[in-house]
């Protein structure tokens, strides 16, 4: 089968090449890939940065968000079956500690992610065990199919605590906080403002629905943001962008009291005042990790099948699998932000 590998270490060296099809287990099935997403974690892989020199082992087959239709199913399997069309949670989890019995298996100590840890979905075929396979409803189109997981850690971070007429600031307008903006509208945000530098994304903030985007390369990033919430402070921000100045900034403008969840994975340590920024501030930081599995999984399928419309513009680009360092390289110059693959 054609795979998309990250071949070597380094810069780039991302590469089509050839694989055996998975064999499966009693209680795997076999999927036939229609579309799958590139995701800023492909993107850390593709530029080789810190975080993928010490956890990405070339050559490793790519990707991790897609959707597709079963073709074999395991004996043991039930409840799904061939033809079906589906998406799968990429976390592999043991399913016997203590967090994954008590509904915590997106924290689960010993988890494997496809595309990371083990062969992802940058191929013809993938395997999965059929726990983590998530059947689509026929609403849902493969192109949205094939975004679940992103949209999922949205989700997540969003309604981690709640936004419902609360002043919400979002930092980072990348495809997740995109999806972040759209998900905290539609779930009632009172005004809701959105931090990001690049003029595309700045734009497709907007029409996710951000009452009023501010740029932090601007003059006094905190002034425009208290001016953008008619002088009152955020009760709620999610940090998506990874950024520590992003992180800084969030701690700084936050109300008093605040919630603070935190999905984007900064490159390098932070170094935080939590005296004066978290404690004295008495401010609840969450970290988000994945998604809540299945809790999330339900929630992103309901608000498809209602929703879809206000999520089709972040998905900028639709490409052939043969077009992956193209997709890396308008995703680099801010011209994509959201690129599926079709395969």
Same mark, same amino acid.
């Given at each position: 089968m054609k795979v998309i590998i990250k071949a070597r270490e380094g810069m780039g060296n991302v590469e089509l090449a050839q694989r055996p099809v998975p064999e499966i287990n009693e209680n795997e099935v076999l999927i036939k890939i229609r579309k799958a997403g590139i995701c800023g974690t492909d993107f850390h892989i593709y530029k080789w940065d810190k975080w993928s020199q010490n956890r990405i082992k070339p050559p490793l087959i790519m990707g991790h968000e897609f959707a597709g239709e079963i073709v074999e199913t395991g004996k043991a399997v039930k409840g799904l079956h061939i033809g079906q069309r589906v998406s799968a949670e990429g976390h592999i989890t043991c399913q016997k500690c203590k967090l994954c019995r008590t509904g915590r298996g997106h924290i689960c100590n010993d988890i494997e992610i496809i595309g990371v840890d083990r062969a992802g979905c940058f191929a013809e075929y993938i395997k999965m065990p059929a726990m983590n396979v998530w059947p689509l409803d026929d609403e849902i189109e493969d192109k949205y199919g094939a975004i679940m997981d992103p949209l999922g850690n949205a989700m997540h971070t969003v309604m981690a605590q709640p936004v419902s007429s609360r002043d919400v600031l979002i930092t980072g307008g990348g495809s997740i906080g995109l999806f972040a903006t759209a998900i905290a509208k539609r779930f009632g945000a009172a005004r809701l403002v959105v931090s990001e530098p690049q003029p595309y994304k700045a734009q497709l903030a907007k029409k996710a629905g951000a009452d009023e985007v501010i740029n932090p390369l601007g003059d006094n990033p905190k002034e425009q943001i208290l001016e953008a919430f /008619?002088?009152? #402070?955020?009760?709620?921000? +999610?940090? %998506? @962008?990874?950024?520590? @100045?992003?992180? #800084?900034? =969030?701690?700084?403008? !936050?109300?008093?009291?605040?919630?603070?969840?935190?999905? =984007?994975?900064? @490159?390098e340590d932070?170094?935080?005042?939590?005296?004066?920024?978290?404690?004295?501030?008495?401010?609840? +930081?969450?970290?988000?990790?994945?998604?809540?599995?299945?809790d999330t999984?339900?929630?992103?399928?309901?608000?498809?099948?209602?929703?879809s419309s206000f999520?089709? /513009?972040?998905?900028? /680009?639709?490409?052939? %699998?043969?077009? !992956?360092?193209?997709?890396?390289?308008? %995703? @680099?110059e801010s011209k994509a932000v959201k690129v599926v693959l079709d395969f």
């Open positions: /008619h002088g009152r #402070q955020p009760e709620v921000v +999610l940090e %998506m @962008s990874g950024f520590p @100045s992003a992180f #800084q900034l =969030g701690l700084e403008v !936050i109300e008093n009291g605040g919630d603070m969840a935190i999905l =984007g994975i900064p @490159s932070l170094n935080i005042d939590m005296g004066k920024y978290v404690i004295f501030k008495g401010i609840t +930081l969450r970290g988000i990790n994945g998604r809540r599995m299945f999984w339900y929630q992103c399928q309901n608000f498809l099948k209602g929703n999520i089709d /513009h972040v998905i900028t /680009h639709e490409l052939p %699998m043969e077009d !992956i360092n193209e997709g890396f390289r308008l %995703m @680099s």
